[in-house]
């Protein structure tokens, strides 16, 4: 049975024709080869489109080699697909959300569903093999102690004022307590009707529904690190790195940032937006995860928008400065990290950077279950205390700017 691609079928040609007019004649015939069956020809357009992606910056590419590179996928899904080699379907797929154009993205979500309708079961085998008698099949699998907790923090972390903690806060009351006056606060209880509570601590669970997906990673101490660098890798590979089982790294990979439930539709589902998110009559700008292993970090940087950031599975350490302190916190002069600040607060240099040392800051530990509100242009540094799974929901005032 052939994957219907009902967008791909109505727009191939108007499509083509406006590749030729940017001087894509080859990618056209390779492409038109491919309709036909042609793998290798699936292959080339693939790769055509993937040149021209790749060929200055992001936002200078032409929209229609987005779009382009989305129909080479969608040639080379099904040609896999029809081979049954599903894997590879599935690959094909995810970079094509990940790096495609819109225009083909209705075909592309509903060729994932059928892709993974196929290969569940394939999938639940695999998973029910590597199942032990008594194997634990948690991410998470013991609490932390405090003492195991302050040794990795930064100094005077838990010392001064901590984050305020309130259990169930009207939006009312939010509004007029918190998001007006720009100030932090833990939510406590608004999580437990959530899906993912459970389900994202199990390892089966993420691997059926997850495991065969194309997602892209950090790995490295931080994104301020020369060393640091991204890699596309599968779901499954990504959850054996941060389980530990494999070696071949000896730093940590990060899935931060990334718009995972815009594009796998079983982990969406398994979270709601909360209704904080409507505070001020704006719209939600995005919703990203950050997954990973013990000890990764993001450090000391700000955001434009209003964050209410949900702590799935484990614990993370959160420091806050106030937006005022951005002198004080030294940011990068460089306009790409403008929002980033010099200041490594593991091992401050306090001869380069004499002035944080005695600013006054506000921290926690994020438990599972919690959210944090950060208002915006707030300075926060967020270090994972144990494999941790996080959810971040970022929203704008009605008029579209970030502050209240």
Known sequence: MALPTPTLDSESSALLHTVSEQGGYAYVSMASRAAAGDVRAAEAAREMAWEQLHSGPWHSVLPVWRDAYAMACLHVTKLHFAAGELSDALR?????????????KSDLHAAVSNVSAKSSAAAAARVSEGKGPNLDRRLVREDLKASEMVG????KSLSCKMVVKKSGLSL???LREHFLPGSPVILTDCMAHWPARTKWNDMDYLLRVAGDRTVPVEVGKNYLYPEWKQELITFSQFLERIRGTDSSSGVPTYLAQHSLFDQINELREDICIPDYCCAGGG?????????????TITPLHHDPHHNVFAQVVGKKYIRLYRASLSEELYPHTETMLCNSSQVDLDNIDEKEFPKVQDLEFLDCILEEGDMLYIPPKWW?????????MSVSFWWSDYDGSATS
């Open 283 to 295: 719209e939600l700008r995005s919703t990203n995860a950050w997954f990973g292993p013990a000890g």
């Open 172 to 174: 009312e009351g939010f």
């Open 152 to 155: 990795v923090l930064p100094p």
């Open 380 to 388: 926060h540094y967020v270090r994972s205390l144990t494999t941790s």
């Open 92 to 104: 094909a797929l995810d970079m094509g959300l990940l790096m495609g154009g819109p225009l083909f």
